[in-house]
Nanobody, 124 residues
């Protein structure tokens, strides 16, 4: 049974930082691309960042480029999202997801497994 468990969310002031973690189990983690998405109230889920299964390719949405960094530690079966210079518009539930085909896709439809989400609230 595949499980993705996010952690690290919370309340932070604008300009602050948070690091989200996504611990995976039940899959060969190193074979999967990992992605982060977010969903604000009343909004559709949107792509944030993705990391390929090999080659170290990373992708970011324009809204977070230069502020967020996605990384992974295959030895720990964990993906991370380092979020710096947070803004109030970053407030959302953040989800990690895995793609068994290894594609670092920007589309949520390409991901097979999802975590339950972790709330990030940025106060201005």
């Amino acid at each position: 049974q595949v499980q993705l468990v996010e952690s690290g969310g919370g309340l932070v002031q604008a300009g602050g930082s948070l690091r989200l973690s996504c611990a995976a189990s039940g899959l060969t983690f190193s074979n999967y691309a990992m992605g982060w998405f977010r969903q604000a109230p009343g909004m559709e889920r949107e792509f944030v960042a993705a990391y390929s299964w090999t080659g170290g390719r990373t992708y970011y949405s324009d809204s977070v480029k230069g502020r967020f960094t996605i990384s992974r530690d295959d030895a720990k079966n964990t993906a991370y999202l380092q979020m710096n210079s947070l803004k109030s518009e970053d407030t959302a539930v953040y989800y990690c997801a895995s793609d068994r085909l290894g594609r670092p896709s920007l589309s949520s439809e390409d991901y097979d497994y999802w975590g339950q989400g972790t709330q990030v609230t940025v106060s201005s």
